[in-house]
């Protein structure tokens, strides 16, 4: 489709009312692009049009084209290509979905039953994978995987398949490898003050199937689950695909903030990150602790505490585990090796109460069929023999720098009203907006200087979501981060100035 062509066709469906009028411009355009996309009157490679051009022709601010343009770049159906522009990346296979599934990762689904999908099927599916997933240097969620000693991984993944034992080819039974299992009780003991023996520790493919076993094992389709406002997506996403009805608690500077009619509303799962709020940052404090673990005690509701980045605080003292102030075994304690090592490791480790390990055991395997033990094994000789523990300093130390880096670069923002989150740990940190930001647009802005960063209200529920940016320092290289730190705070400058 020529690009006069395609914008006349924008238009066409704008006034044709194809889509409500109430739906904001750029959620028209973005879903007009993307339905002939998916349709493929779009075809892959087809340039679009300059989002200045596109702008004139539709008599729409540039803004407006930029944010469609941004959700369609996040979701993977087009590509942006510095100095040349933006392409179509991707097209929907036949057969898939021809209407929206998705409105971005926090918003509400729509049903999509013409396909056959079931309404979990649909819960599932309701956010559309990045087809293209092109890291770029503030990308959050990526670590540096340049550190990785992948000579010294190759030596010990060696050294198992010399001579494999039978067993470890074989599923993984009784929780995990039991070397691996007592590795973590022994790390989690002293690091994380976890009050555990070896037997509560589960091995999983990562902290969303330690979720979904707890859902699925803890709960029934319909029971109410607390979720943190905001949280993390992938959480949020499971909890909803086991049919659970799930009831937003605000968060401030203490972490999870229960009001007295959040108190009413009695959940059979509480879903929080007390070490390290995500995405926000703060650590719940010693009294909001106390007053959840009292009343998940007197609910008999069960807490499910993510421990995703702990390893990476920066300064203070290590904060002790929300489990290991639990004297009523109400906590399901959960972390990852995604992280520390590769995300693609896909272990992580789930450690259950002592009543609650039979069970889940065996739901483990019923449900999983668990295996990958020769990674296991390879993985526990990496803790025992010490090398999980330099490579978890190393790569402190590389991202504490980051950070001091980035903060720096980003000072500037102050000047037009932004906050930059006070954090002493993890892989992100959070500039905060004003309310009326449109931080959609902002992180629009950034992308087209090839720095994607996340808006913060994607990951907030509800009408009233806060607004800001999700910076991931991870990534970037030293030498490199402050360069793209003052671009980034040039973007955010420019778009706040009133
Ligand atoms: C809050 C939170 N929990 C857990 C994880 C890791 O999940 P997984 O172990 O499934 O890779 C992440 C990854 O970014 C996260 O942000």
Wanted: hydrophobic share 40%.
């Amino acid at each position: 489709m020529k690009q006069l062509v395609l914008s006349e066709w924008l238009l066409t469906q704008l006034s044709q009312g194809s889509f409500p009028r109430r739906m904001p411009t750029h959620r028209r355009i973005y879903e007009a692009i993307r339905q002939a996309i998916t349709d493929r009157i779009l075809i892959s490679g087809t340039r679009l049009p300059s989002t200045r051009n596109l702008s004139q022709d539709l008599s729409v601010s540039r803004n407006t084209i930029l944010a469609a343009f941004e959700q369609l770049l996040d979701e993977g159906y087009v590509a942006a290509q510095t100095g040349s522009g933006t392409y179509v990346a991707y097209n929907q296979p036949d057969g898939f979905a021809k209407k929206p599934v998705s409105l971005g990762a926090t918003e509400p689904l729509k049903l999509q039953d013409d396909i056959g999908l079931s309404r979990r099927g649909m819960a599932a599916a309701g956010s559309l994978n990045r087809q293209s997933h092109e890291v770029q240097p503030f990308t959050p969620g990526e670590d540096d995987y340049s550190q990785f000693p992948t000579m010294l991984w190759r030596r010990l993944l060696n050294r198992q398949w010399r001579a494999p034992d039978p067993s470890l080819l074989d599923y993984g039974h009784s929780g995990g490898y039991l070397p691996l299992r007592l590795a973590i009780a022994d790390y989690l003991r002293v690091s994380r003050a976890v009050n555990l023996t070896v037997d509560q520790v589960l091995i999983t493919a990562g902290t969303q199937q330690s979720i979904d076993l707890c859902a699925r094992l803890l709960t029934d389709h319909g029971d109410r689950a607390w979720i943190e406002n905001p949280c993390y997506w992938a959480a949020r996403r499971v909890l909803e695909v086991n049919g659970l009805q799930l009831h937003p608690v605000s968060v401030d500077k203490e972490g999870l903030a229960p009001t007295t009619e959040d108190f009413r509303a009695t959940p059979k799962l509480i879903y929080t990150t007390p070490s390290h709020q995500y995405p926000k940052g703060m650590v719940m404090s010693y009294g909001r602790r106390r007053l959840l673990l009292d009343y998940a005690e007197s609910r008999k509701a069960w807490i499910i505490e993510d421990d995703y980045d702990s390893e990476f605080r920066f300064e203070g003292r290590p904060i002790s585990s929300l489990q290991g102030m639990d004297q009523n075994d109400r906590v399901l304690y959960m972390g990852t090796f995604s992280k520390v090592m590769y995300p693609g490791i896909r272990l992580g480790y789930l450690v259950v109460p002592p009543n609650l390990v039979a069970s889940f055991k065996s739901g483990l395997y019923e449900l999983q069929r668990p295996g990958q033990v020769v990674i296991q094994a390879a993985l526990a000789d990496f803790i025992e023999e010490g090398h999980f523990a330099s490579h978890i300093r190393r790569l402190r130390q590389t991202y504490a720098e980051r950070r001091k880096l980035l903060q720096k670069s980003l000072a500037s923002v102050a000047e037009v009203g932004a906050r930059l989150s006070p954090v002493d740990s993890g892989l992100h940190l959070v500039v905060e907006f004003d309310e009326e930001v449109d931080d959609v647009r902002v992180a629009a802005l950034a992308a087209e200087h090839r720095l994607r960063v996340s808006p913060l209200s994607y990951y907030g529920i509800g009408e009233k979501r806060e607004k800001g940016l999700i910076i991931g320092y991870a990534y970037a290289a030293t030498e490199s981060i402050s360069k793209y730190g003052l671009v980034l705070a040039d973007v955010i400058r420019a778009a706040l100035k009133k």
